[in-house]
């Protein structure tokens, strides 16, 4: 069967409750109507570090994954701010403020 993964044409196969798409995942396959049905045990699932495709009449529509997964991302983003954030002049804007004014009562 062939299915469209984050925009890209791939070919999915069953393989028991599991379906792979691709050489990318191996994830349980789950309907739309079931996510619906089951959703608390599903992110009980996803917690102990299952993830799911859900499909919308056997085309993939989108994924339930741990957030744990994400974080390279989020440190790639951070990493790309910072770098950023590095080249760029430092500008002061008004009056430097001392310690005990910041910290005024």
Do not use: C
């Amino acid at each position: 069967m062939s299915a469209l993964l984050d925009g890209l044409p791939v070919r999915s196969h069953s393989v028991g409750k599991f379906t792979t798409f691709g050489a990318r995942l191996m994830e349980e396959a789950v309907s739309a109507a079931e996510a619906n049905r089951n959703f608390s045990q599903i992110l009980r699932s996803v917690k102990e570090g299952h993830s799911y495709v859900v499909t919308s009449h056997g085309t993939p529509v989108a994924r339930i994954v741990p957030t744990k997964r994400s974080s390279a991302l989020s440190d790639a983003a951070k990493s790309t701010l910072m770098a950023r954030l590095r080249t760029q002049p430092v500008q002061i804007v008004g009056p430097r403020w001392s310690r005990d004014e910041l910290y005024e009562e």
